[in-house]
């Protein structure tokens, strides 16, 4: 019912910039709260950042907050993750989720997840 397409990912210098996006299909998309979600090999899944369906309210992970803002077009039924000031920890496969509930920093409260897109930062 919702498909969830990521793009946007690349490779990118530290302290560089990189805006990732998550497509979506579906009519229901714009009623969804969207989590950010990102994986690095040997490490667990972690939470970056949610926006509620409206756009006004976001959270942000403590590691992230200052650096990456979350934001929504749901005219375009994307959501947006712009990453500044980028390091070497940022380096991961960035996941975006959908869901009826939150937004939630827990990943069990979206139903709906995208393949992932690859962001690299080189040091």
């Known amino acids: 019912q919702v498909q969830l397409v990521e793009s946007g990912g690349g490779l990118v210098q530290a302290g560089g910039s990189l805006r990732v996006s998550c497509a979506a299909s579906?009519?229901?998309?714009?009623?969804?709260?969207v989590g950010w979600f990102r994986r690095s090999p040997g490490k667990e899944r972690e939470f970056v950042a949610a926006?509620?369906?409206?756009?006004?309210?976001?959270y942000y992970a403590y590691s992230v907050e200052g650096r990456f803002t979350v934001s929504r077009d749901n005219a375009k039924n994307t959501v947006y993750l712009q990453m500044n000031s980028l390091s070497a920890e940022d380096t991961a496969v960035y996941y975006c989720?959908?869901?009826?509930?939150?937004?939630?920093?827990?990943?069990?409260?979206?139903?709906?997840w995208g393949q992932g897109t690859q962001v690299t930062v080189s040091s």
């Open positions: 926006i509620s369906w409206s756009g006004d309210t976001r």
């Open positions: 579906g009519r229901t998309f714009s009623t969804y709260a």
């Open positions: 989720a959908a869901g009826p509930t939150g937004p939630s920093a827990t990943p069990d409260e979206y139903v709906y």
